[in-house]
């Protein structure tokens, strides 16, 4: 019997191993929004506990002292923040799980897996410059230059 992982239903997250975050990134946007699109927006914009000020300073106020708005708001940041936790691979997880905030989550992963812009021009130029020198001659195969290529 096949054991259905990730990708094979709606309740299901899709799994990031790791290796496949360009793969996992726009599936779990997607997933997000269409559990609450609320959610999602929780996750772009950040969430901040409520405050209170006491003599002063700026507290986070008591949960029970929460109005709804706030309490709302805990909840999709919670609700994303979960969808992430269950979207990982267990490797992937020892990284996020002392996360509170579900934006902070997605950061952490974007940087270790998606790279920051530095990483990603430096690959693109990577790129570029491998596809400049490439040269195929007329007995070439296809097959075997792009091979050459993606090594």
């Known amino acids: 019997m096949e054991i259905i992982s990730e990708g094979h239903s709606a309740s299901r997250p899709p799994i990031l191993d790791g290796k496949n975050y360009s793969y996992w990134k726009p599936r779990m946007i997607s997933f997000i929004k269409i559990l609450d699109g609320r959610a999602w927006r929780s996750l772009v914009a950040g969430y901040e506990l409520p405050?209170?000020?006491?003599?002063?300073?700026?507290?986070?106020?008591?949960?029970?002292?929460?109005?709804?708005?706030?309490?709302?708001?805990?909840?999709?940041?919670?609700?994303?923040?979960?969808?992430?936790?269950?979207?990982?691979?267990?490797?992937?997880?020892?990284?996020?799980?002392?996360?509170?905030?579900?934006?902070e989550a997605w950061k952490i992963l974007e940087v270790a897996y998606g790279g920051t812009t530095k990483v990603k021009i430096s690959k693109l130029q990577l790129v570029t410059s491998k596809f400049e020198v490439l040269n195929m001659s007329e007995d070439e195969l296809y097959q075997n230059i792009t091979r050459e290529f993606w090594k």
């Open 51 to 103: 405050m209170i000020i006491v003599d002063g300073v700026s507290v986070p106020k008591f949960e029970v002292d929460w109005i709804d708005a706030g309490e709302q708001a805990s909840v999709r940041n919670v609700r994303a923040l979960n969808t992430i936790f269950n979207g990982v691979g267990l490797n992937v997880f020892k990284l996020i799980n002392s996360c509170s905030y579900a934006k």
